[in-house]
């Protein structure tokens, strides 16, 4: 026997099956309509996730204050900063970043890389879940707009000028010998950031406002004792409601690479994914060559027959 007739021997059906060729075209035009099919459920999922509540609030605390109660400050910006030890392009960009001197941002520095000393787990998801960052050095702001390419730096500031972005959410939050109130009309949880200054693992220089932990606060609970949590070395307390749900930045950059949308859930793959009929000119030129292709089955199905007398 020919190792054609063998191998399509094997993956004959039990029974008397007289139509091989019959469930041969069904089984493939099953595997060829599945794409469009999962493409078009794709669509309606990012559609979904494009409308997306975009609420957040972010409040400040300079912790340990030198008050007895320590109340929250609102942010004016949010700048989410995610570089690595072992990037040499983040050395200019985070000197830059170390001069910013207003009180009313909120910079977080972000170690999302494994291969870093000061690695953090929730950076990177961060980095990685929400955001879908795919480049270091990057800067999100105001969990809104991406900063990307070798401009990032200068383009920062330009950012922050035309930023009219206002916070709201949290009603009230302080912290008094180490216990946290706080009350929100929300239904998002609490996200704790805690900043510390980190020593570079390569040069003599401290990295400010560096991420070394961070904790979440359920909605339902409103008084949290965190005494054990933060540290006399803790220099900074960044407070964060916000939905968890995975953000769609938009490009804030001027330049080749900083143009592009560089998250995977951004615009532009939304619409790459967009079931706009090419699919349809596929699956009917497939069609046509599997009607091309059926008397061959069919006379090789004869054959097979023919063979089958012959050999009783």
């Known amino acids: 026997m020919p190792l054609l007739n063998t191998c399509l021997e094997k993956l004959r059906p039990c029974g008397s099956n007289k139509h091989p060729a019959f469930w041969l075209t069904v089984i493939l035009c099953c595997v060829i309509i599945s794409p469009v099919c999962n493409a078009q459920v794709t669509v309606e999922d990012n559609t979904s996730a494009s409308v997306q509540d975009t609420f957040i609030d972010v409040l400040i605390i300079d912790y340990p204050c030198d008050v007895t109660i320590c109340e929250g400050v609102r942010a004016e910006t949010l700048i989410e900063y995610y570089g690595a030890d072992w990037c040499e392009p983040c050395e200019t960009l985070e000197l830059m970043l170390d001069s910013i001197s207003d009180k009313g941002i909120a910079l977080i520095h972000h170690h999302p890389s494994i291969n870093d000393q000061s690695y953090l787990n929730h950076s990177k998801a961060r980095f990685a879940e929400q955001y879908r960052l795919i ?50 009309s929300s239904s998002y949880e609490l996200q704790i950031w805690k900043l510390e200054s980190v ?36 220099s900074r307390l960044v407070f964060i409601l916000q939905s968890d749900e995975a953000r769609q930045l938009r490009s804030l950059s001027d330049s080749s690479t900083g143009a592009k949308e560089l998250s995977e859930s951004d615009e532009t793959l939304s619409d790459l994914l967009l079931h706009d009929g090419s699919y349809n000119a596929a699956v009917v030129t497939f069609l046509i060559l599997l009607l091309c292709l059926l008397p061959a089955l069919i006379s090789f199905r004869r054959l097979q027959k023919q063979v089958d007398y012959e050999s009783e």
């Open 135 to 184: 480049f270091i050095p990057s800067i999100v702001v105001d969990s809104d707009g991406l900063l990307t390419g070798a401009g990032q730096g200068a383009e920062l500031n330009q950012t922050m000028a035309n930023s009219n972005v206002t916070f709201s959410g949290i009603d009230n939050l302080s912290i008094s010998n180490g216990i946290l109130n706080w009350n929100t």
């Open 199 to 234: 020593k570079h693992e390569f040069d003599n220089r401290m990295l400010n406002n560096t991420a070394t932990d961070m904790m979440i606060v359920d909605n339902q609970q409103r008084v949290v004792n965190i005494s054990d949590w933060v540290t006399d070395s803790t």
